[in-house]
């Protein structure tokens, strides 16, 4: 019996060590080839929308092409681009100083003693609001790459206990030799998006990030602590996954991008998003906010599922056959890929460029 169960331990660490290995290491050479994904159809949208979301056909609106144009005719008038963003700074200056950089503002509403906006990150679009000079930021579950709300408003964006946007169903367009940089078009016009405050600020756990928030990037909008490490997920910089220190989460460390901001520490609503199901990454301890994605489509969060948030990644690492402490990793962003080689000597990592390209 004590023989049998010292096997069933011995098979159980080689089955998790394989899986460490499978998902961190590369096995064999694979050709990594580019597809580009079809955008979706309006119907594509439509039908992988959140439950939440009230989608109403309007039958007088001002359209995609009307909108960008007066938005691009201001951008292109230089004086008047000064004029504005000199107006838009006195503006949202409240909002600058609440949230620093971590979104651009438009559409501002005061309500009584609140003051909202529409802020948009690298995520998404979030409804931003101060009160008695407090922020609070409320990720909406939409992404530019779907929706576009249009710059000029009819009415105030808060109404009646929803928040309420008037704009487009729109698709990426890719500028061709301006890789990073995409344009949009329109797909359906006139819609109006409608999502209720009470849905919109619900907050469970009352952590700071509102449950449509948590739902849509995999974190646990039932407790403050989702990867109970003690730290409550506002304030934790990988709020996903339990930090740890060995050989090969210092080197995933030393491949992180690199803003030279302390300042993004405290930045509650900037992540970064990696597609990795690699554990050395996930144990990272990084220097501003992370969030990881699963690599299998089928297991990702709806958002994320339909929504590109990952602007950079770090493969998987590959072996040196002849050398067990050299090892070869790629990093990449969305104009460049660099390959390293990568020494551990003396507790400490070595990094070599071994190629790569920058556009």
């Known amino acids: 019996m004590k023989y049998f169960c010292f096997l069933l331990i011995i098979l159980f660490c080689f089955s998790c060590s394989k899986s460490l290995e499978e998902k961190c290491f590369i096995q064999k050479e694979e050709e990594n080839i580019y597809t580009e994904e079809k955008p979706f159809t309006a119907q594509q949208i439509l039908e ?7 989608v109403i056909i309007l039958k007088n609106y001002r359209s995609f092409k009307q909108d960008s144009i007066e938005r ?3 951008f292109y008038d230089e004086k008047l681009a000064e004029l504005k963003r000199e107006k838009k700074k ?4 409240d909002f600058k100083k609440n949230f620093a950089d971590q979104f651009s503002c438009s559409h501002k509403q005061r309500i009584g003693n609140s003051e909202y906006c529409l802020g948009e990150n690298n995520l998404g679009y979030w409804l931003l609001k101060i009160e008695n000079n407090k922020p609070s930021a409320y990720f909406l579950g939409l992404s530019f790459s779907h929706y576009y709300f249009n710059e000029i408003q009819e009415k105030p964006i808060i109404n009646d206990g929803f928040l309420e946007l008037e704009g487009s169903l729109v698709k990426i367009v890719k500028i061709a030799g301006l890789p990073g940089y995409d344009d949009y078009s329109a797909i359906a016009d006139g819609k109006l998006f409608k999502i ?12 700071g990030y509102n449950d449509i928030f948590e739902n849509g990037f995999g974190l646990n909008p039932d407790t403050k602590d989702s990867d109970a490490d003690g730290i409550d997920d506002f304030k934790d910089l990988n709020p996903m996954f339990k930090s740890e220190k060995n050989k090969f989460t210092q080197l995933y460390e030393m491949l992180l991008p690199d803003y030279g901001d302390e300042k993004l520490r405290d930045y509650s609503y900037f992540f970064e ?11 990272i301890n990084p220097k501003y906010h992370v969030l990881f994605v699963p690599e299998d489509l089928n297991s990702q969060p709806n958002y994320v599922k339909i929504t590109d948030v990952s602007r950079h990644g770090i493969d998987k690492i590959k072996r040196n056959k002849n050398n067990p402490d050299i090892f070869y990793i790629k990093q990449w962003g969305s104009s460049s890929m660099k390959e390293y080689s990568a020494e551990y000597k003396d507790g400490k990592w070595i990094l070599e460029i071994g190629g790569g390209f920058v556009i």
């Open 273 to 283: 998003v990696f597609k990795s199901d690699c554990d050395y990454f996930h144990q």
């Open 48 to 54: 992988s929308k959140p439950d939440y979301l009230e």
């Open 72 to 74: 691009n005719n201001n």
């Open 90 to 93: 006195e503006e949202y200056k």
């Open 196 to 207: 209720k405050l009470e849905d919109l600020i619900k907050d469970s756990d009352s952590d």
